[in-house]
């Protein structure tokens, strides 16, 4: 890979031509929601987009799919990293811009799921294509060999399925579905390109009805519902078991159908019944009496305002619009009401997901069996699919883990529950099992997947035996790191040895919120990095979320009980950790993804350089309880303020900006929006569109510095503007407060901020030191925790896991 104008530029040697092609520009045919979701991806991904839809009937020509755009940008959550990056969609129509595709390396069609219009596009395309231009559909489901009868040998050549999820920034899955007469070497390209410069986990797949992740989601949510019916359990509940219960969205079964829209969802299960006459699994699901009951009322889900839920314009005791869910038995609408069960209770209190599991199934309750059932069916009907869909187990669950959101795909399921409680439940359910997975048995093989050093390995029943999982060659994988290369550990913190002389810091914590034993733990590794020859230090993990920052539970119980001893020496142990982290002997560089909050970003911005994952939430959020950052945020902010400074300039603009940063909890909602922020770099932190990947590279950024390493001189002064600063900084936390957009703790809070930011009460702009404008930060940060209001903050969010404006 190399970049030219800041583009990522992808060569792909076709077997034709011998020419080496590049991904430069890419045209998205069809500007509806999934259309301008995936242009919207593609430009945040860096590449030059031309989004064509058809010509408008009345005023410009360009209006329909000018619309479109601009509504998907609205939307929320954001469809693109950056509202700037939208600059890099062209938009036109069909009838007077399809020619511009010829200037296009990829072609990606996105237009109604109907064959024959897609057939008339692609005779149209004929004409302005480049020979050995990719052209792909986003088709859900029609076969490719449908969609490329009477094309080109050459368009043949280049065509096959890119099926998107959506939303396509957020969903990962991308499945790739080669067409009869698509080149090998087009397929192999496509599975990569789409992994490391989308950022998506790219799932090969056979040309079936629903391919993958649809086909078996949409049948394992058709078997949940007809199983629901029969157990009189509320869809309520219903939803919690299969879905918080298991580790899966809040959505579950019935509000995901809501969501997809109830005439979408039935869409695709009668074709999957039409096209798949030999699935008798499939075949053997009634369609329940309540969706024929919403679908008679045109009752569609989230899309009409109601389905299996109803929004009323009523309102709760917390001022939340009432919701009402549908009675399966009686199809009239009530209140949500909690169940009393022990399997939903038992879920909320085992964290650790397998064990979970475990124990939901052991349980004999309504919840218990719809969950033994459901996964029973589950297992075997995914098991029953291969290899009609897929060659191997890692493929399935790829798709589901990736495509649904879930943590666990059938077959890590499957290992967690062990195999014979798995096999107990497919057997229990009335299932049985593939020839495969009873020679896997005879065999000896229990496990679909193995943790090895060289890679994760996966199960693969054509040839009975292990093979590497595509994709996982050469990833740093922290969970299978052996005991010899762990360093160092303490309840807190892993320390191992990630390879090439470089160590790579884990957190280990609940959520890993930052508290004694991480602090003192990274203190201690950069210790043993300059004393025993490392090359650096990489702090990173590989959870969900990078950080919810600094240990709240402990700040609040110190700050209740009174003990600002100990708070002053708790504060002062995370300044003197990222003081350590600036101006250490080796390069030490972060890696994160997720929620990065609080302390959490703190510790990212006194690293040397960052690599952050695309999906990134950056913010100092110490606001939200009440608080400043007092682990050297605040103060962090005012040295890059500093070295801005240039001699004549006002800098008032920038204070201003930065002080609302913080003032305001402000996050980014990807790690781009964290430049404009104030929270990254762009001289010395990079994006990974693919999360998975950043540790890996920022132990080559720890290999790049390590080679011309200077420790940083600690003594460098910092310019802040003192009272001018200050005057300007009060005017606007007084401007916020007016306006109702800050409560007036929020205003104390401001311009204690303010305070810091400017060095305190000084007659004019100087310099001062690092340590003096730390100690301000603490004693700001100590004061606050002395306020009932900024009490009242942390309880709240203790106890409801949301902040309280007071």
Not at 252 to 270: K, M, P, S
Not at 668 to 690: K, P
Not at 748 to 770: M, T
Not at 779 to 787: I, N, P, V
């Amino acid at each position: 890979m190399h970049f030219r104008s800041g583009r990522p530029i992808f060569g792909l040697l076709t077997t034709d031509t011998l020419e080496k092609k590049h991904i430069r520009k890419i045209a998205v045919l069809g500007a509806g929601l999934m259309g301008s979701g995936i242009a919207c991806h593609l430009a945040g991904a860096g590449f030059e987009v031309l989004l064509l839809d058809l010509p408008s009937a009345e005023g410009p020509r360009n209006a329909r799919v000018d619309l479109s755009l601009r509504k998907c940008l609205q939307s929320q959550p954001s469809p693109i990293f950056d509202q700037s990056f939208s600059s890099r969609i062209q938009t036109g129509n069909f009838d007077d811009d399809l020619e511009k595709v010829s200037s296009c390396d990829w072609i990606v069609e996105v237009i109604a799921e109907k064959a024959a219009l897609k057939q008339q596009l692609y005779d149209r395309l004929e004409v302005y294509r480049k020979p050995g231009t990719l052209v792909t559909s986003n088709t859900s489901g029609i076969p490719l060999r449908t969609l490329c009868e009477g094309l080109s040998e050459d368009f043949r050549k280049h065509f096959l399925g890119t099926h998107f999820f959506n939303p396509p920034r957020y969903l990962r899955l991308l499945e790739i579905i080669p067409g009869p007469g698509t080149q090998p070497d087009v397929v192999e390209f496509m599975m990569d390109f789409g992994r490391r410069f989308l950022g998506k986990q790219t799932v090969l797949c056979k040309d079936t009805p629903g391919f993958i992740a649809n086909r078996i989601g949409v049948v394992y949510m058709a078997r949940v519902m007809e199983l629901a019916e029969a157990s009189g359990l509320s869809i309520g509940a219903v939803d919690r078991l299969t879905g918080p219960a298991l580790g899966r969205p809040k959505t579950g079964t019935f509000r995901l159908a809501d969501l997809v829209g109830l005439d979408t969802a039935e869409y695709v299960t009668e074709g999957l019944r039409t096209n798949c006459p030999d699935d008798n699994m499939l075949n053997n699901i009634h369609r329940i009496k309540a969706t024929e009951f919403l679908l008679g009322n045109q009752w569609l889900g989230t899309k009409s305002g109601k389905g299996f839920y109803a929004k009323t314009d009523e309102r709760d005791e917390k001022g939340k619009p009432k919701i009402l869910e549908l009675n399966l038995s009686t199809l009239t609408y009530a209140t949500q009401a909690k169940a009393a069960l022990p399997s939903l209770e038992l879920s909320k209190k085992i964290e650790d997901l397998p064990k979970r599991m475990q124990a939901l199934i052991a349980l004999d309750d309504p919840g218990a069996n719809l969950l033994r059932s459901s996964l029973g069916f589950l297992l075997a009907y995914s098991a029953h699919r291969i290899p009609e869909i897929a060659d191997a187990p890692h493929a399935i669950d790829q798709a589901m883990e990736t495509g649904y959101a879930w943590p666990l795909g059938p077959f890590r399921i499957w290992d967690a529950l062990g195999w014979e409680t798995a096999v107990k439940l497919i057997l229990e359910a009335g299932h049985t099992l593939p020839k495969w997975a009873t020679d896997m048995e005879a065999a000896g093989i229990n496990k679909f997947y193995l943790d090895e050093a060289d890679g994760l390995k996966g199960y693969d029943p054509s040839s009975a035996a292990y093979s590497l999982v595509p994709g996982s060659a050469g990833t740093i994988r922290l969970s299978v790191t052996h005991e010899q290369n762990l360093v160092f550990r303490n309840e807190e913190v892993r320390l191992h040895d990630i390879g090439d002389g470089v160590l790579c810091l884990e957190f280990a914590s609940k959520h890993n919120a930052i508290g004694e034993g991480i602090l003192r733990g990274i203190q201690h590794s950069i210790d043993l990095a300059e004393t025993q020859g490392w090359k650096g230090l990489v702090i990173g993990n590989q959870a969900q979320h990078f950080s919810v920052g600094a240990n709240l539970m402990l700040i609040g119980m110190l700050a209740f009980q009174q003990e600002y001893e100990q708070l002053d020496m708790a504060v002062r142990l995370f300044q003197q950790t990222s003081l350590r982290c600036r101006y250490s002997a080796i390069p030490v560089v972060c890696a994160c993804q997720g929620y990065t909050f609080g302390g959490g970003t703190e510790l990212l911005m006194y690293c040397d350089a960052a690599v952050v994952a695309a999906e990134s939430y950056i913010g100092l959020v110490e606001m939200s309880v009440g608080l400043l950052p007092g682990g050297g945020g605040t103060v962090e902010f005012a040295r890059r303020l500093s070295r801005e400074f240039k001699t004549g300039e006002v800098l008032v603009p920038q204070l201003i900006h930065r002080f609302r940063t913080i003032a305001t909890a402000s996050v980014s909602t990807s790690a781009h929006e964290a430049y404009g922020l104030g929270y990254l770099s762009f001289d010395r932190d990079r994006v990974a569109i693919d999360g998975l990947t950043n540790i890996r590279l920022a132990k080559q950024r720890v290999l790049d510095l390590s080679g011309t390493y200077i420790q940083p001189p600690s003594n460098k002064a910092i310019r802040v503007l003192g009272r001018s600063g200050l005057a300007a900084l009060y005017v606007a936390s007084n401007s916020m407060r007016r306006a109702n957009h800050a409560s007036e703790h929020d205003h104390k809070i401001a311009n204690k901020i303010a305070w810091v930011l400017c060095g305190g009460d000084l007659s004019e702009p100087q310099e001062v030191s690092e340590q003096y404008l730390l100690d301000l930060e603490r004693d700001a940060f100590l004061s606050l925790c002395t306020e009932p209001k900024t009490l009242e903050r942390i309880q709240y969010m203790l106890e409801n896991n949301k902040p309280l404006r007071n």
